[in-house]
């Protein structure tokens, strides 16, 4: 099969992007956007919701926890369903799933409630954004994967940030609930088109037998009256994606080194987003100027996302690209503390560290969803984001703990620069398995059968 797959990219590299294509990408960052939107509008609400439920605010940490703990879950366990039963269901079903429940939301009336909402709400979250950008892997021109699917995943970036624009021109009016049900309701008018619409994997387009209308249908489209290479015939039975895969063959370095790195990113990324603000506030900044460098460091780190996705597709070694990235993060983000007598060296240093930091994890998800084959992708982009939010969870608390400690802004902003300076050592050593390994993957997904072998 996977010899089936190459060939089809290589003639799709071949011509020039598409209208199925185009809609594709649309398709998915309207898709992420939403996503995003979801995952980020809790922290909008809290305010509202505390004065309103007579609840401090620090009783509503189990929300975010359990949501965070439900996006790691789905991460983990939704997207091995992706690649064995297909991920345009999958990614079906999550929308489904997390637009229903966020309208659900609306309607919450105390935090257990919400809690358990947000964790369901988070599986469908957590298993939506790395369907979506392995399928966009698939079917974006090899030629320039990285900068298409890292576009696509700016679409979550974007759709966090619209949730605030939303929250403030909505809530005042309309109370926190509306908010919920923006962010259930643009889901569930985008899902038809998403049915209509959406292709599936190249992986289960080319193995099921059953899609061999849709198969052809979608060659004719893309690369008519091209002509598939031999299909490998059929050796027993079928082989079934397992995790076991991320470590077989080859994998087992690099998988361990892209999760390490993953964790390092999120750990970093995390503590930036949830304590940034205090630290400025703490150094001198208003309270408005603190937000302000805090969304300064949110925005161009999109503009660092396109920017270098799209060198990553003119370079050889992205993994060296990648590390020198987080490295200049790294110094950036210990510029801040040493800065911050100085308001605009300040700011310099924390747009270059969100440039760099943001930039950087969203071409590393596009560069994990090129990694591994087509039949173990969007498994291997899950496993690579689930384990990377254990750091997602530990970044905040490790912030804390700094904070209590009292130490100045230099100290803090200097350890919290480690974090990307490991990421930089351990992104340079992400290598693909050798020629041998190769070959026996080659003689593994034999035994798939493929939906042109059976005709």
Known sequence: MNNQIEAFRAALDQRPFSRYQFRTLVLLILLLVCDGYDAQLLGFVVPNLAQEWATPKAAFGIVFTCNLIGLTLGSLFLTPLADRFGIRKTLLSCVLLFAGLTLLSAWAHNIETLAVIRFLCGVGMGGAMPSAMALMADYAPPRMKTFFVTLAACGFSFGGAAGGFVAASMMEHHGWQSVFIVGGVAPLVLLPFLYLWLPESLARLFSAKHLGQSLKRMLATLVPQWTPPAPVLEHGKAQKVT????????????????????????????????WLPTLLSEAGFSTSAASLATSSFLASGTVGAIAFSYLADKVKKKVWLLGKIMAVCGIATAAIGYNHGIPTLTVLAVMIAG????????????????????HIRATGVGWGLGIGRLGSISGPLIGAMLISMQLPLSTVMLIAAIPAIVAACLIVNISHPDTACEKKIQEVDSLRPTSLASK
């Open 243 to 274: 995790i076991a895969d991320l470590f077989r063959y080859g994998y087992l370095k690099p998988t361990i080194f892209i999760w390490c790195t993953c964790v390092s990113t999120f750990i970093l990324l995390y503590f930036t987003i949830s």
């Open 355 to 374: 440039f760099c930091l943001i930039g950087g994890q969203l071409t590393l998800n596009a560069l994990i969803s090129n990694f591994y084959p087509p």
